[in-house]
């Protein structure tokens, strides 16, 4: 056959060499590796603002909770919610996009004062662990593991 490879062709071209490749990409497991690992989350960093649409369901939930005491499908009150903010105008959302916007300045604030926290705390931690390890003298440590020593002796 004129077109067509056989096995034979294929090891004579070097196509073995794609398979080690493929091999290497996996760890010694032979499981793949992700490219990308997860980020490790910090605890204290400020949680982003709701958009116009979730200020408009913590109201929305409340009213319909009122209206429909024995509703227990969380589905079907995002639904509603759904429904109900795609009919009103944008006159009508306006309250709504206004406490978003707000809240969306605060979150810029604590933001900022968590990025400086972060750019100064770190720092500072380095530089007080330096100053500490300089402030030690030899000195002084042989003369508290003599008064160990005496201590000890007294004690016999």
Do not use: C, I
């Amino acid at each position: 056959m004129k077109g067509a490879k056989s096995k034979s062709d294929a090891t004579k071209n070097g196509d073995k060499l794609s398979v080690k490749r493929k091999v290497a990409a996996n760890d010694a497991g032979g499981r793949k590796t992700s490219k990308k690992e997860k980020a490790v989350k910090d605890p204290n960093k400020p949680k982003r603002p709701a958009s116009a649409f979730f200020v408009f369901m913590e109201d929305f939930r409340t009213q319909f909770k009122e209206k429909h005491p024995n509703n227990k499908s969380v589905s079907v009150v995002g639904k509603a919610g759904g429904d109900k903010w795609k009919s009103l105008s944008d006159a009508e959302k306006a309250p709504y996009v206004a406490k978003a916007e707000k809240r969306k300045v605060e979150y810029n604030k604590t933001m900022d004062a968590y990025n400086k926290k972060l750019a100064g705390g770190s720092n500072a931690d380095d530089d007080e662990e330096e100053e500490s390890d300089k402030s030690k003298s030899e000195v002084n440590d042989e003369d508290e593991e003599e008064e160990g020593s005496d201590e000890e002796e007294e004690d016999d």
